[in-house]
């Protein structure tokens, strides 16, 4: 099967400092991935799509500046959360397109800022 | 836009009971569309998917109809078992110059009770 993996699965900072998380797909190559935003008890909400040698493209009302994407290979993409702050907190799920209808996801990760 | 609407849950049934969660969507053009399942404590895993109208697709019991007269793609399982217990997502995929864009129902949480 396809496997994506996130690291770190959870991560506690304090405000102001900036997080990074990484998602790597881990037995096939994805030029798109795409990172995601899940409230509690709410759905997925689309923060951008990452691809692999070209910028981003960020969602209407997501700051770019702020979600730093980098999709480095075709097997990684990071997301980092600058000047992080409570607001930030939340679960951050990426997901890894391996054809044009197949998007595996990786198992999140739980952000929290104090 | 394209968008998705799904039943709120929270949905409960007894084991062995027939299970349906209503997913219409909104669509410009010919989107794919998908069941995804949350099992507590893990990622997203896609159950099933359509990519035509009139598509039928399945896995583990469950089934859903691409119904295009209709813009509907409802869930249906026929005897559910207390391992169903999950958060089931509706979502849409479709491209938007040469990019892949998707959208999430709200999740329907479903518990099945021995």
């Known amino acids: 099967g396809a496997v994506v993996s996130q690291h770190p699965s959870r991560v506690i900072c304090k405000s102001g400092t900036s997080v990074k998380i990484e998602c790597r797909s881990l037995d096939f190559q994805a030029t798109t991935m795409f990172w995601y935003r899940q409230f509690p008890k709410k759905s997925l909400m689309l923060m951008a799509t990452?691809?692999?040698?070209?910028?981003?493209?960020?969602e209407q009302g997501v700051e770019k500046d702020k979600f730093l994407i980098n999709h480095a290979s075709l097997t990684l993409s990071t997301l980092t959360v600058t000047s992080a702050h409570p607001e930030d907190s939340s679960f951050y799920i990426c997901?890894?397109?391996?054809?044009?209808?197949?998007?595996?996801f990786g198992p999140g990760t739980r952000l929290t800022v104090l | 836009g394209n968008s998705v609407t799904q039943m709120e849950g929270p949905v409960t049934l007894s084991e062995e009971a027939f299970l349906t969660i209503n997913c219409t969507y909104t669509?410009?053009?010919?989107?794919?569309l998908f069941w995804y399942v949350q099992y507590p404590g893990e990622g997203l895993q896609l159950l099933l998917k359509a990519t035509k109208a009139d598509d039928k697709g399945s896995n583990k019991g469950f089934e859903a109809t691409y119904r295009k007269e209709t813009t509907s793609f409802h869930l249906e399982k026929g005897s559910v078992q207390v391992s169903d217990s999950a958060v089931y997502f509706c979502?849409?995929?479709?491209?938007?110059?040469?990019?892949?864009?998707?959208?999430f129902g709200t999740g329907t949480k479903l518990q099945v009770i021995p």
């Open positions: 979502a849409l995929t479709w491209n938007s110059g040469g990019y892949q864009k998707v959208t």
């Open positions: 990452s691809n692999e040698g070209s910028k981003a493209t960020y």
């Open positions: 669509a410009t053009g010919y989107p794919s």
């Open positions: 997901s890894a397109w391996r054809t044009r209808d197949e998007q595996f």
